[in-house]
């Protein structure tokens, strides 16, 4: 049971003028981060942090799964730890409602003053509510903290028809979360879709289409022109003219920075706070935060960012270079019982005519993703339905990474962008790659603290802060303390090895060493340079070489198809493998008796560089993957990869120069 801190009812004055402590005014989930940044960088400063709410600081995120009943006032409180230092002191229901810049001086509600060394201002937002006649009814309501919860909870007992006006995030969240106690529901949306700063048409129309089969109304392109009734919530009258019977109505339009004491403090306002690259304001001791903050023009409001800016901001607290350049805002949660990513440049208002759109359904129609290229490089994401690669997307997409264009073909066909391993093993993503979208703690964040000591999530969650939002990252951190893993046991890896290099020095040998003479000298019955000077040796052996690569190239397409590879009788991939690199070895060797080891001129030589460049190649592949055997690392993994596929690259030029052999060979 969390309570209220007993605080002193008579105005002191705080002041140390030796070293007076850091403040910190909001105790959300940026605010705490700001204080877990200073005792990691400074375990010796000392710091007070002041929240207008009688409660510990509690997850704002959880609010709606709290009302839907999918989390516990426990979830709620436990996300969010403050550290217990005893230079460290917490002042709850004791909002600040003076800044005294020039004697770096806050004012309590209570009277008492507090000097600051530093002051942070974390004052987070508040709901947006339109100026609607009738919105100050009794049965009108918002969600942004634990009353608004309570009051809704309270509510939902004796309600019976609910209008949830807002059609983002939040408002689709609430409208789930409110239709327990058998209650109608209805989104009221003045757009042509839901969350159209998130999603594009395709996105938006799954989402509504889950709406509705969950039985919540879904009213587009109109608005809410007065809430009707005396004393208490009656109905609406729409914009359209139509009026609807409701008796609770919820708000769910935006929100306002909190931005009333920084200006009467004096400091530079316009729709945020306004701060520059190092977090602080037009007041140097004074830095902003969090969803009261306007950098370079744009206000966030996400949780991800605010964290990030209260790591720049603690940096610089303690003389530590540090630069906030904004952030690629990235929507990553679960809508509706759906999971729902959206990040960077998605929708038509953001795409220019030098974008290229690429888009996957499957076959269900229930899994959407859409990739925006600029210039080979991915600028934006968006998926309903699972994806393991969407950390990898996300990362991606913060980076401006290039995408080839056989990664494009892979996701017009799969709806993945890289092969399946290397979405899975979170060891091999990049140290940049975003694990916990809510916090934003990367891989390599992640890799440093399970080497600093931590060897579990909740020792991960307290140190990084990773999952301690909304948990869905939970697994990959569980992956990342996990057990090495075993090496993969390769079948025949020997006879592959062996044959490898047999194969790697046969080329060589063509490649490099003197041709084979022809006879000198009429005596002999017969001499091997018949082998490639008689027509019908030499036919027998082009032939036969011709068929050893065609049935290897059908050997080697036994993984890539999925009817064949499926098959009881088709036997474990690594045989297959081995079969196929003995058919390369013997295709060696009658290449070497075809053409008396002769490299040839123009075309002939371009076929043989081609089968030469394609065997050694090959052979290194073979021998990465059976030396994979006995290693586990993520590098030998990307060798073999990298192998593989330029051992298909180069074949493809093959049949083009052996059709022109071929027809050199018998029509001219």
């Known amino acids: ?67 839907a009943g999918h989390s516990t006032w426990a979830d709620i409180f436990n996300s969010l730890h ?22 770096k001086r806050v004012i309590d509600s209570l009277g008492n003053t507090q000097h600051y060394s530093n002051l942070v201002l974390a004052t987070g937002s508040s709901p947006h509510v339109p100026s609607i006649p009738g919105n100050k009814l009794v049965g009108v309501y918002t969600l942004r903290n634990i009353s608004d919860a309570l009051g809704l909870a309270a509510r939902r007992v004796r309600t019976r028809k609910t ?4 059609g983002g995030l939040l408002g689709i969240e609430a409208a789930r979360a409110l239709q327990r106690s058998y ?52 109905g609406v009258r729409l914009r359209s003219g139509q009026e609807i019977e409701f008796d609770t109505i919820v708000f769910a339009t935006g929100i306002t920075p909190n931005t009333l004491l920084a200006r009467q403090a004096g400091l530079s306002v316009g729709r945020g706070i306004r701060v520059n690259d190092q977090l602080k304001t037009t007041h140097p001791n004074i830095y902003a935060v969090g969803e009261c903050t306007e950098h370079r023009g744009h206000i966030y409001g996400l949780v991800a960012p605010g964290l990030e800016q209260a790591s720049v901001a603690a940096h610089t607290i303690v003389a530590r270079k540090a630069s906030y350049l904004g952030s690629i805002a990235a929507a990553n949660l679960k809508v509706i019982g759906q999971s729902v990513f959206s990040m960077g440049n998605v929708t038509e208002n953001d795409i220019s005519n030098l974008d290229v759109c690429y888009q996957y359904r499957d076959t269900s129609g229930k899994i959407y993703r859409k990739i925006v290229v600029h210039r080979g490089r991915i600028i934006g994401a968006i998926a309903i339905g699972s994806w393991d690669q969407l950390n990898r997307v996300q990362e ?16 017009k066909k799969t709806g ?12 091999q993503w990049p140290a940049t790659a975003t694990v916990c979208n809510c916090t934003g703690v990367t891989r390599g964040a992640l890799s440093a603290a399970i080497q600093g000591g931590c060897n579990s999530v909740a020792s991960l969650a307290q140190c990084t802060g990773a999952s301690s939002i909304c948990g869905s990252c939970k697994p990959r951190l569980s992956q990342m303390i996990g057990e090495v893993p075993a090496p ?68 080697s397409l036994r993984k890539r198809i999925k009817n064949i590879s499926q098959r009881k009788f088709s036997g474990d991939f690594g045989y297959w493998r081995v079969m196929h690199v003995t058919l390369g070895t013997i295709a060696l060797l009658t290449l070497a008796l075809h053409t008396g080891m002769r490299m040839g001129e123009n075309l002939n030589f371009l076929l043989m560089l081609s089968f030469v460049g394609l065997a050694i190649i090959g052979a290194i592949a073979g021998g990465v993957t059976a030396y994979e055997t006995k290693r586990t690392s993520l590098s030998i993994g990307r060798w073999r990869r990298c192998t593989t596929w330029a051992h298909i690259f180069i074949f493809w030029p093959m049949p083009v120069l052996l059709g022109f052999h071929i027809l050199k060979s018998y029509v001219y």
Not at 40 to 52: F, H, M, T, V
Not at 201 to 217: D, H, K, M, R
Not at 491 to 515: C, F
Request: some cysteine.
């Open 416 to 427: 993945d962008i890289w092969p399946d391993q290397q979405a899975e093993d979170i060891h």
């Open 82 to 103: 403050l550290p217990e230092a005893v230079n460290l002191i917490k002042r709850y229901n004791c909002p600040i409602i003076t800044i005294e810049p020039e004697q």
């Open 488 to 555: 993969v046991i390769v079948k025949g890896h020997g006879s592959l090895l062996t044959l490898s290099a047999i194969s790697a020095a046969l080329a060589i040998t063509i490649a490099l060493m003197m041709p084979i003479p022809f006879s000198n000298t009429v005596d002999l019955e017969w001499h091997i340079s018949e082998l490639w000077l008689n027509k019908s040796y030499k036919e027998f052996s082009g032939f036969t070489l011709l068929g050893l690569s065609a049935v290897g190239l059908l050997l």
């Open 163 to 166: 209008l949830v006006i807002g």
């Open 183 to 234: 209650t109608e529901v209805s989104i009221i949306q003045h757009s042509s879709r839901l969350m159209p700063a998130q999603l594009d048409e395709n996105a938006a129309a799954l989402i509504q289409g889950y709406a509705l089969s969950l039985g919540i109304n879904v009213y587009l392109n109109d608005s809410v022109q007065k809430i009707l009734g005396d004393r208490l919530v009656s």
């Open 1 to 67: 049971m969390v309570t209220a801190l007993k605080l002193a009812t008579e105005p002191e004055t705080f002041c140390n003028t030796l070293q007076a402590p850091v403040i910190i005014v909001g105790s959300g989930p940026v605010g705490v981060r700001t204080v877990q940044e200073l005792l990691r960088l400074n375990p010796e400063q000392e710091i007070i942090i002041y929240g207008d709410e009688p409660y510990e600081p509690y997850n704002r995120v959880r609010l709606t799964q709290m009302l």
């Open 396 to 411: 991606g997409v913060t980076h401006r990474r290039r995408l080839w264009p056989w990664q494009i073909v892979r996701f």
